[in-house]
């Protein structure tokens, strides 16, 4: 029962390089999201997926674009690392389109941007 | 603008005692309150929620208190064991432009033996 995996679970950039964290779910959810946490701010929404083939900004979209492959994956792109973007990444998912539904996360991704 | 406060960054508690932890937010059209529990390396994991037509729910150790007039919601762990020494998040939705969670700013619970 592996839930929402996410990958890398650490990863150290240079400013200015490329990644993107990977994020698949098992449970046929049709809502997936991805979050950062940074130290006295929460949690924060950077993208959303209601369904298969949609996605939109959250809350922090900027430096960031997405991709929902299918109907299990959902992935996140830095396309120019920055120091800001220095965060542990959380990528979720839920049953249903209603936003704020109960959220199943992954385990999370350390990055770090020198 | 913190729209969910946790004014408390930790909270130590006695094995066995109550713990209480507080949490208050200041948009008016929140209708759905969850909370989330953290250990370290790992992603939140889903504990209770309630909604803002009831102002109390319950689920074994655990119950959410909800006072709509004064905008405080709380959670109540009885009684309190090492197990429950974790990050607890707070987290509200409701209303339009608001569907997606807000998440509040977390709080340490560390259940000393």
């Known amino acids: 029962n592996a839930g929402v995996t996410q990958t890398p679970k650490f990863q150290v950039l240079k400013t200015g390089q490329s990644m993107t964290l990977q994020c698949a779910q098992d449970m046929n959810h049709n809502s997936m999201y991805w979050y950062r946490q940074d130290p006295g701010m929460g949690l924060r929404l950077i993208y959303y997926s209601a369904s298969e083939g949609t996605t939109d900004k959250g809350e922090v979209p900027n430096g960031y674009n997405v991709s929902r492959l299918n109907k299990r994956e959902f992935s996140l792109r830095l396309e120019s690392a920055a120091p800001s973007q220095t965060s542990v990444y959380f990528c979720?998912?839920?049953?249903?389109?209603?936003?704020?539904?109960?959220?199943?996360f992954g385990s999370g991704t350390q990055l770090s941007v020198l | 603008d913190q729209q969910v406060k946790q004014n408390s960054p930790s909270l130590s508690v006695q094995e066995g005692r109550i713990s209480i932890l507080n949490c208050d937010y200041t948009?008016?059209?929140?209708?759905?309150f969850l909370w989330y529990k953290k250990y370290p390396a790992e992603g939140p994991t889903f504990l209770i929620s309630i909604s803002s037509i009831k102002d109390k729910n319950e689920d074994g150790r655990f119950t959410v208190f909800l006072n709509k007039s004064a905008k405080h919601l709380s959670l109540h762990i009885v009684p309190s064991q090492p197990g429950d020494s974790a990050v607890y998040f707070c987290a509200a939705s409701g209303g339009f432009g608001n569907e997606k969670l807000t998440f509040g700013t977390g709080t340490r619970l560390t259940i000393i033996p």
């Open positions: 948009n008016s059209m929140f209708d759905y």
């Open positions: 979720a998912s839920s049953e249903g389109v209603v936003l704020s539904e109960k959220l199943f």
